[in-house]
């Protein structure tokens, strides 16, 4: 049986742009004729999605799937680790928690977990014509190297060619492509055939001599550098992320505070598509007027309420709220918009119950199960902000681990597992609402209705229809430029090339 040939992008740092980097060769791939699968072997990262028989992996293995024309499928990430408070984390293995450790503990569990990262990509190999594998941070992380499951021991297990990119945008990108390849042992660098050079803005002949001086201390090609591709609405892994958003401006201002532990923050890329919208990530409350409050989810709802609390963020809300300002919860969110949170199993803390903002009837009980669903959901409510709106029909997914009860419902889900709930509350006025419904926003019809009713409320004209929002597109967009950027007969050789090898041993 032939296996699938693998190419593997690793970078120099975190945010240089590899998951963006293998979503656009996941289409450009997909678009030559190969059935693409990515692959990375452990993610950290707090924005997730699920696959439609529930399980949960991160979010860039989900755009590149999608970007590759692919479903999603636990494999693809078969260790998420997911920070929560007190330097824990959570691992998620293969879509399912599995446990939750100090996290410095986590490497004692290097040897258990190896196996389940060869194990899945074996499965990808079987299944798919190229598995186009990401990296984590830095593989010159020499503290690290005893203890690493996801950049070159995967690299050296596979066979797989590395491209080396580098992030130009931040500056120092000749320093941390050779530094890195200088902290690599011998048989390492040999894995690395090819440097990128990411995120370039201006005229390419302003590096001068430099890519070729590069190329003559390293010994590797600079197979590409790639222009910063502006407004790019790909979900991102995690969110220091937010640090490079570009800002938005509008008539309309969506204020987010900027919970440390925010979790699938990409709900709000769609928002950032509406030219009438002013989308501001906070870390303290805004000093001037806003139309639209939204909490965020979060991976550890207990501390990011302290902290709403510490920050002076709980008290504005409230009286926001209490002034008819308009405020909305997502999953975590929306536990924290209620009267109180019970964790009797200590799932988040060691905290057993914690009062919340009080401004819906609802109390949230964690339980020690996830819910992961994919769903399809109408609308209940019918009054304030969702006036109107009741029947229609929205798509999400669910990601919580805990149920809350009481007030009137704002939705009904109906789950990719034939299951049906009632979802969220809604204040009496209809302007304090929660759900635990990701992906809300991503529906265009329901995202301009809730938008031109905070327009009508500001005495504004409702615009009518949604302004174009479209993942595939940017999908698209990147692949394009790779395509025009990146020196494709090398790339396709170093795919080939692996059909006329022996195997490797898979040893490591």
Sequence with gaps: MTRATVLMVQGTASHVGKSVLVAGLCRLFADLGYRVAPFKAQNMALNAYVTLDGAEVGRAQAEQAAAAGVELRAEMNPILLKPEADSRVQVVVLGQPWRSVAARDYPRLRRSLWSVIRRSLEVLRAEYDLVLIEGAGSPAEINLRQTDLVNMRVARYAGAPVLLVGDIDRGGVFASLYGTLKLLTSSERRLVRGLIINKFRGDPTLLGDGVARLERLTGRRVVGIVPYIDDLRVAAEDSVAL????????????????????????????????????????????????????????????????????????????????????????????????????????????????????????????????????????????????????????????????RSEGGSAVFRLYRSNGSVIDDGAVDERGLVFGTYLHGLFENPVFRRSLLDRLRVQRGLPPVGRPAPFDRHAEYRRVAEVLRTHLDMAFLMALVEEQRRRPEPTGSV
């Design 243 to 402: 640090e490079y958003l570009t800002p938005t401006h509008g008539d309309l201002v969506v204020a987010v505070p900027r919970l440390p532990r925010i979790s699938n923050f990409d709900d709000f890329d769609p928002l950032r598509a509406e030219p009438d919208i002013a989308i501001c990530f906070l870390d303290r409350p805004p000093t001037t007027d806003v139309d639209l409050i939204v909490l965020p989810g979060s991976k550890s709802t207990m501390a990011d309420l302290e902290f709403l609390r510490r920050s002076g963020w709980a008290d504005w809300i409230r009286a926001q709220a209490t002034a008819g300002t308009p405020v909305l919860g997502i999953c975590g969110g929306f536990q924290m918009l209620g009267q109180a949170i019970y964790d009797p199993y200590r799932v988040e803390s060691e905290r057993s119950e914690m009062a919340g903002l009080g401004l819906l009837p609802v109390v949230t009980v964690f339980s020690r199960s996830k819910v992961t669903r994919r769903v399809r959901a109408e609308v209940l409510a019918d009054r304030g902000l969702l006036a109107g709106l009741r029947g229609m029909e929205v798509t999400g997914y669910e990601i919580h681990m805990g």
